[in-house]
């Protein structure tokens, strides 16, 4: 459909625990799996700690009870 250009781009992820919309350049947000991507507040809730010096997560949030990608199945 031409002249759509106002929708985004399937870049932007949402929080596999809380379902909030992650910009991938703005929060820090931790990627597991697949498709899994925690927000920092449910990282952080999570147990996940984040090295702010290395930008790395020097302990990663438990992911237990999320799926990694949604209608997948085992
Ligand atoms: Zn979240």
Redesign the pocket.
Known sequence: MPGDESREPELASN??????PIDPDGSRSYAFGEQGL??W???VRRGGRYDADSETWSRAPSVSGLSEASGEEE
Not at 15 to 20: E, I, T
Request: charged residues 10%; proline residues 0%; aromatic residues 0%.
């Open positions: 929080c596999s625990d809380c379902g909030a925690l927000c507040s449910c990282a």
